[in-house]
């Protein structure tokens, strides 16, 4: 098994000026021993990995990493920048980069090896030693931990003999004697006890730093603390004595926590792992302050995602209401698509009277088709009914957590009786939120504690909300609803192909992110109070989202050369994903070249969006791509919309990946491309 690092794959004096020029320059000496068998494609798969979350640690150090198939073995590069190279830290740019490759099916050792470099990346002792390290061989064996070689008895001298004879034994000092007697010290407070659980994407890096600065905080305040790190080497669950011993705490992950429930009914600090890193003190202040207010915290079920939490300590409001609102849509789109496909299914059975239908549970006749399109308009109808409430539920459970849904959901279901609507439901789950939070830090006696999950927070906050939506916010909602679906049922013209432009630029700027989500919710609103806007909002929407990945498919089949061998894989998947209307299919390919594929991705979506509407397409399906071309009205034209933006989005990208090379040549040398970000001739 070859050493994780040698001082080939070490650079004293990297010249790159920017994290893309240093991983190149660092990914090219594992190459070159021939640990990464294809760089293009090893730099995209850490290109992926950055846009996940910036790598750049306070301390001036940047540790981009990856898990990949063109990875040989677990490999470590590094580079030691005299300019700085930012890497995304608040703190300014990293001088120390960490280039950490793994394969896709890394063994135990060498990961477990690399979960120890992290852990050292937190002692100051230890990066100094790097920054004054003269030669790459003694920087290669400093981040190996190799031993220093002994030095002799004759070497060492007679201060070496005398360092080895034990030191004499201090006399014990004697205890001061009074008239009152001997004095009895009083016992000292039990220390404060916090467990710990930290996790992160690729389980390298950032889950054992962060586990490493929260031990740290720890010793500094007095507080026991007990991490359990859930990384690429495996972990080891914490002792169950330990847990039910804990006083307090804290999820520092940006996946989900495995055996989650373990740590129910504690109070309890849940953000993201770089929070871990970066301010572990901070964490452990707010684990005690939780804990003495009496703040009995009920983690989310297991599986459940990192955006199911609350915002960050350091997130904006903005940030954090985005993380609340997609929380409820997340789950709020299976209950649209089983509905709404459902319904659409039923209407190309029998017809759009089919909503006329008696109940199925009195009439339903076996041989007749009529009866099994109602069957199906029924239940689509009923999972639909869902959606508001849920909606609700999960936006106060993103909030508050599990406290949270049964107002949530009260919420809900009020807006759906006052004809609130999407909207209401909105709001109804911000208030029920809001309330639950508040609840929770008023301060209970001990013996209570226990029952407010379960009794006290639902009793309280389902009344307060019940009552601010019905007498108080419920009817003005109700009102501006019914504005948006009159102003939807107007869409015509101009007005709707402006629309259309900025539904398709909105699905395509961030490619499945936020603004994505803003959209494809925004749409899926409407198909609750269906009309003939919101069905064109419905397919403009799904349009424009399946123009990135097909784009990418059609470029890397008719300009292969333009395109690594990876690119060229990932763009055969691309085809069955953007079908299927999963934008996120281009992301691989914007990752790696942000600056053409985005913009070029957006003038396609804005040019499908645009035509959709203009053509008056519709589409009561919430998803499904081409597979429910059957249920659009205008399936032709629809068809046209997505081809013209694929068109238009894959012959800009292959006109400026074009520009490109046609441009390499003019570079001076291959020094000059790598500290560019690209690659010479390329």
């Known amino acids: ?68 198939a063109h990875v040989t073995e677990p490999t470590l590069a590094f580079g030691r920048s005299a300019a700085g190279i930012d890497f995304g830290a608040a703190d300014g740019p990293a001088d120390l980069i960490f280039l950490i490759a793994a394969p896709a099916g890394g063994d135990a050792d060498h990961l477990s090896i690399l979960s120890t470099l992290a852990r050292h990346l937190m002692d100051e002792e230890f990066t100094g030693a790097l920054r004054r390290a003269e030669d790459p061989a003694a920087a290669a064996a400093l981040i190996r931990g190799d031993e220093p070689e002994a030095v002799t008895e004759a070497e060492a001298g007679p201060q070496a003999e005398a360092a080895t004879e034990p030191a004499a034994e201090p006399e014990p000092a004697a205890e001061p004697e009074t008239d009152a007697g001997p004095q009895t010290k009083p016992e000292p407070a039990p220390p404060f006890k916090v467990v710990a659980v930290t996790s992160c994407p690729t389980g390298i890096a950032h889950t054992y730093m962060a586990a490493e600065a929260l031990a740290k905080a720890g010793k500094e305040a007095g507080v026991e603390l007990v991490v359990e790190t859930q990384g690429s080497a495996g972990f080891k669950r914490l002792d169950p004595e330990v847990v039910a011993a804990a006083d307090g705490v804290i999820f520092a992950h940006d996946v989900e926590v495995r055996d989650k429930a373990r740590f129910a009914g504690k109070p309890t600090v849940d953000v993201g ?10 964490l452990i202040a707010e ?43 997340s789950y709020m789109v299976p209950f649209v698509a089983a509905g709404g496909l459902l319904i659409a299914l039923a209407f190309a059975i029998g017809g759009y009277g089919i909503n006329k239908a008696p109940s199925v549970a009195e009439h339903f006749v076996w041989s007749e088709s009529a009866s099994w399109a109602a069957l199906l308009f029924q239940i689509g109808s009923v999972a639909f009914g869902f959606l508001v409430p849920v909606l609700a539920g999960f936006i106060a459970y993103g909030m508050a957590d599990r406290p949270g849904l049964v107002p949530g959901f009260v919420g809900g279901a009020i807006a759906l009786t006052v004809n609130a609507g999407f909207l209401g439901g909105l709001i109804a789950g911000l208030i029920a939120g809001a309330v639950v939070m508040a609840v929770q830090r008023v301060r209970v006696a001990p013996a209570l504690r226990g029952i407010m999950p379960v009794v006290v927070i639902p009793l309280i906050s389902s009344a307060v909300v019940g009552f601010l939506m019905f007498l108080v916010v419920g009817k003005p909602i109700a009102a501006l609803q019914k504005a948006l679906t009159d102003w939807l049922s107007g869409l015509s013209g101009a007005n709707a192909v402006i629309l259309g432009v900025i539904l398709g630029l909105m699905m395509t700027f961030d490619l499945g992110g936020p603004l994505n989500k803003v959209a494809y919710a925004f749409a899926v609103g409407g198909l609750a109070n269906p009309n003939d806007g919101s069905l064109k909002v419905m397919a403009a929407v799904m349009a424009a989202g399946m123009v990135p990945p097909l784009a990418m498919a059609v470029a890397t089949t008719v300009r292969g050369g333009l395109f690594t061998r990876t690119e060229r894989e990932n763009g055969k998947a691309a085809w069955v994903l953007g079908a299927s209307f999963i934008t996120e299919g281009a992301i691989p390919f914007a990752a790696a070249d942000p600056l053409r594929v985005i913009p070029s991705a957006m003038a396609g979506g804005a040019v499908t969006g645009a035509l959709s509407m203009a053509f008056g397409c519709t589409l009561r399906a919430p998803h499904g791509g081409v597979f429910v071309v059957p249920l659009i009205g205008q399936p032709l034209l629809y068809l046209v919309a997505v081809l013209a933006g694929t068109a238009v989005t894959a012959a800009l990208v292959v006109l400026l990946k074009g520009l490109r090379k046609t441009a390499a040549p003019a570079v001076a040398a291959p020094e000059a491309a790598a500290v560019a970000g690209e690659p010479a001739g390329v």
Do not use: Y
């Open 1 to 68: 098994m070859s050493e994780l690092i040698t001082a080939e794959l070490v650079d004293l004096d990297l010249s790159a000026g920017s994290k893309e020029a240093a991983a190149r320059s660092l990914a090219e000496r594992m190459a070159g021993l021939g640990r990464v068998t294809d760089l293009d494609g090893f730099l995209a798969d850490v290109a992926a990995r950055e846009a996940q979350m910036p790598t750049g640690l306070d301390g001036g150090i940047g540790i981009p990493h990856c898990r990949s």
């Open 273 to 282: 792992v770089k929070a871990g890193v970066n301010r572990p003190a901070e």
């Open 287 to 329: 684990v005690r302050e939780k804990a003495a207010r009496g703040d009995v915290s009920v983690p989310a079920a297991a599986g459940a995602a990192p955006m199911d939490r609350d915002g960050e300590a350091g997130d904006g409001f903005g940030t954090r209401l985005r993380k609340w609102l997609m929380t409820g849509v």
